[in-house]
């Protein structure tokens, strides 16, 4: 009798197809994400505002809503998407 075995290897990001606002990858393991709520998205809003407001004072910042995804390591793959985000411009690295 033979036995079959099944090979299974991290997750990439070209393997998904959905945007990354329903998935992460977390050292490259898939995981879904059901919709915000109601609350996550007043908080998420509210947010993005400061992080506006704070950017005007600080050029080398931006900010990112939950539609943004930071690829943040290969091999294995780990994908974030936030559902706000305050970041340092990857062309003003150098300044801090």
């Known amino acids: 009798m033979s036995v079959q075995a099944t090979v299974f290897r991290p997750v990439r990001v070209e393997d998904i197809e959905v945007p990354e606002k329903f ?14 709520g109601k609350y996550h998205n007043r908080i998420s809003y509210k947010l993005q505002v400061l992080f506006d407001q704070f950017c005007r004072q600080h050029p080398e910042l931006d900010y990112g809503g939950d ?18 985000c305050l ?10």
Request: proline letters at 10%; glycine letters at 8%; a negative charge.
């Open 67 to 84: 539609n943004e995804g930071f690829l943040l390591r290969r091999n294995p793959d780990t994908l974030l998407s936030p559902g706000a």
């Open 23 to 36: 998935a992460e990858i977390i050292e490259g393991e898939l995981v879904t994400m059901t919709p915000a």
């Open 87 to 96: 970041y340092v411009e990857p062309s003003n690295r150098n300044r801090l």
